[in-house]
């Protein structure tokens, strides 16, 4: 067999696999976005917790954060599928199903995505709000604005200025673990590396493949975070 170039592989033509390789690309763009949803409500409920000044809920919020920052994403994972998958099977055997019943696998990821995410965010949306202005607030109760009416027009637009850099940090982080999904069969893009690599025996030009996507995925996601950040930001003098 004559020998495959790196152009010919990530290519669309006949022997390319440049159509399977985008494809996966974009599994991994929806995980990753459906898992820092996931994690966005998670986030802003932790730190509303910890915010709360109930200690109940103040506890409760860093038991959140704290577990789940402090166990490796890939456990997470594996527990997530692992454990869900068992309650599916008990369930369907009580129902008189005999066999494994293994949980979707693009659901199960993007949750325990979200999940791990959602401890991160956490912490950046209670140190946004710790930033705003006291000043700012007392002003608004001055003039007889409703708790709602604060939040939407004070607290939300005000905490989102300070969150967005954070924010991007913790998507970058999301995208990176979509790689880690592919332990429960999930056929994203370094999955699809992997397939091309074993079929090919090119993985060099394989991975290198992905390496380019994934950089790219960055690439345009950090310009997106900056021009939200732009945005913002606008009259807000910044220090040079």
Sequence with gaps: MTPIGFFEIIGFGERGWGAALLLAAGVTLAVAICGFLVGSVLGATAAAAKLSGSRIAAAVGDFYTTVLRGIPDLLVIYLFYFGGSLALTNIGRMLGYDGFLGLPVFITGALAIGVVNGAYQAEVFRGAYLSLSKGELEAARSVGMSRW??????????????????????????????????????VELLRQAQIGAGSTRQPFYFFLAAAILYLALTTISTYAFQKAEDRAMRGVRRAS
């Design 149 to 186: 009416l604060m939040f939407r027009r004070i607290v939300i637009p005000q905490v989102m200025r300070y969150a967005i850099p954070g924010l991007g940090n913790v998507w970058q982080l999301a995208l990176k673990e979509s790689a880690l999904i592919s332990v429960i069969g999930l």
